[in-house]
T-cell receptor, first 114, second 116 residues
């Protein structure tokens, strides 16, 4: 069974540009969550999607957005990039059939903003 | 607000020895889930062990076990017979329920180095 796949693995963008990251969950998983990982702030929750609906959003500015498609694949978009957006962006998927279900993570996308 | 604290930014252990990583958390919930995740240099977060708060028995997975003290809100990870492949960042996480969905609240992590 394929794991969570995130593309691209690495990305370099210039301040002011926008970027789209992609996440393909494990087959059968309908919940996709996104996390931002930085050395200073650690791992922070961005948002969670289930059946194409955003159910929860973390404390991030509106420049951060996402969506989920009918096949459960998800994208996140960051507009007007800032230097502080440089981070590892992790995607996690789960079945969510019951509370406490394990989340499976992808290898992340390393975004560098210059 | 739920918080997770890992007080040991870095630890090291000799191969084959035992090491314990500390984690404390704060919550007003009664039924919840706690996790330890491992993040090796490959960056992929891998679940090490999972504990359900209403279960008094400490979870174990091969060489990994936890000491779960609910009243003290403590959830430490013990790694026995440490192996070089255990070298990684270890994150303690609390699963917070938000209506119909869940999110993980992570600690800052402990960088564990296993020395030969």
């Amino acid at each position: 069974k394929a794991g969570v796949t995130q593309t691209p693995r690495y990305l370099i963008k210039t301040r002011g540009q926008q970027v789209t990251l992609s996440c393909s969950p494990i087959s059968g998983h309908r919940s996709v969550s996104w996390y931002q990982q930085t050395p200073g702030q650690g791992l922070q929750f961005l948002f969670e999607y289930f059946s194409e609906t955003q159910r929860n959003k973390g404390n991030f500015p509106g420049r951060f957005s996402g969506r989920q498609f009918s096949n459960s694949r998800s994208e996140m978009n960051v507009s007007t990039l800032e230097l502080g957006d440089s981070a590892l962006y992790l995607c996690a998927s789960s079945r969510l059939q019951q509370r406490g279900t394990e989340a499976f993570f992808g290898q992340g996308t390393r975004l560098t903003v210059v | 607000a739920q918080t997770v604290t890992q007080s040991q930014p870095e630890m090291s252990v000799q191969e084959a020895e035992t090491v314990t990583l500390s984690c404390t958390y704060d919550t007003s919930e009664n039924n919840y889930y706690l996790f330890w995740y491992k993040q090796p240099p490959s960056r992929q977060m891998i679940l090490v062990i999972r504990q359900e708060a209403y279960k008094q028995q400490n979870a174990t997975e091969n060489r990994f076990s936890v000491n779960f003290q609910k009243a003290a809100k403590s959830f430490s990870l013990k790694i026995s017979d440490s192996q070089l492949g255990d070298t990684a960042m270890y994150f303690c996480a609390f699963m917070k329920h938000l209506g119909g969905s869940e999110k993980l609240v992570f600690g800052k992590g402990t960088k564990l180095t296993v020395n030969p």
